[in-house]
């Protein structure tokens, strides 16, 4: 069986493209709360258990937080440690 080769170019906005991944992480954002308040009543539903609906409500945001700071995180440019001077560390010796 044969191969098949991308002829896509490099900047043609595919799927690894910045655009797309943050267009992604942002549905991930909103939807991700819905679909937690949505197995919530799921389980109040089948379990008449306000405790277990609200552990899951619980938990789902916890993971939602997590995933909401690292995706804060990963948009903040790295420092340029690369030219002199970009970290002031103060008189080293000071007389």
């Not at 993971?63 to 948009?75: C, D, F, K, P, T």
């Not at 903040?76 to 008189?91: L, N, T, Y």
């Amino acid at each position: 069986m044969g191969r098949r080769k991308s002829r896509r170019k490099a900047g043609s906005g595919g799927s690894d493209s910045p655009r797309s991944s943050k267009a992604r992480a942002r549905k991930f954002l909103v939807g991700f709360p819905m679909l937690v308040a949505v197995a919530a009543a799921v389980v109040y539903m089948l379990a008449r258990s306000g405790q277990a609906a609200a552990g899951t409500a619980a938990i789902g945001a916890l993971v939602w937080l997590a995933v909401g700071l690292g995706q804060l995180g990963s948009s903040v440019p790295p420092r340029d440690v690369v030219r002199p001077g970009a970290i002031d560390f103060g008189k080293r010796n000071p007389k």
